[in-house]
């Protein structure tokens, strides 16, 4: 390339813009790998969650919400399939052409949205149970100081 520089640079600046598409193109496919391996992390991580909550408080909003998340998940791992199936080239140019952003990140965004709606509505339907406790011991404490002043009164006579 050195020697075709000073004759002909428009040869140079084509050779170049290739190799540096290329050299792109394959950063890119390793970055999208590294981008998918984060997003199944992300995602085992939710699910033990949205199990707990849906196990604890199986409400029909946690369930509709659990049935999102695995929506999102199956169109995920269909769509990382699907890529994983082609080949390098073809990675490569899915890379530049689809990156991480218009392929991916809307259905791991999606997951990690609807967890957070769903350990909202375990969490409100956790106070609701401890607003009930609380009611609960309250009614309690009532009929004990009423039973206690019953048989203080009829220790008297």
Same mark, same amino acid.
């Given at each position: 390339? #050195?020697?075709?520089?000073?004759?002909?640079?428009?040869?140079?600046?084509?050779?170049?813009?290739?190799?540096?598409?290329?050299?792109?193109?394959?950063?890119?496919?390793?970055?999208?790998?590294?981008?998918?391996?984060?997003?199944?992390?992300?995602?085992?991580?939710?699910?033990?969650?949205?199990?707990?909550?849906?196990?604890?408080?199986?409400?029909?909003?946690?369930?509709?919400?659990?049935? $999102?998340?695995?929506?999102?998940?199956?169109?995920?791992?269909?769509?990382?399939?699907?890529?994983?199936?082609?080949?390098?080239?073809?990675?490569?140019?899915?890379?530049?052409?689809?990156?991480?952003?218009?392929?991916?990140? #809307?259905?791991?965004?999606?997951?990690?949205? $609807?967890?957070?709606?769903?350990?909202? #509505?375990?969490?409100?339907?956790?106070?609701?149970?401890?607003?009930?406790?609380?009611? $609960?011991?309250?009614?309690? $404490?009532?009929?004990?100081?009423?039973?206690?002043?019953?048989?203080?009164?009829?220790?008297?006579?």
């Amino acid at each position: 390339l #050195d020697v075709f520089v000073p004759q002909h640079p428009e040869y140079v600046t084509l050779v170049w813009g290739a190799f540096k598409f290329l050299f792109m193109a394959t950063l890119s496919s390793e970055q999208l790998v590294k981008e998918l391996a984060k997003s199944i992390c992300r995602i085992a991580e939710i699910l033990p969650r949205t199990e707990v909550a849906v196990l604890l408080y199986p409400t029909a909003r946690i369930k509709i919400g659990v049935a $999102q998340i695995y929506k999102h998940i199956l169109r995920f791992t269909q769509k990382a399939m699907a890529w994983y199936k082609k080949g390098r080239l073809a990675h490569a140019m899915h890379a530049i052409v689809n990156p991480w952003d218009l392929q991916f990140e #809307d259905d791991v965004t999606a997951i990690q949205e $609807q967890s957070l709606i769903i350990e909202a #509505d375990a969490s409100a339907a956790s106070r609701a149970e401890l607003r009930d406790a609380h009611l $609960q011991i309250y009614k309690l $404490q009532s009929q004990v100081s009423e039973m206690t002043l019953v048989l203080a009164q009829s220790k008297q006579h």
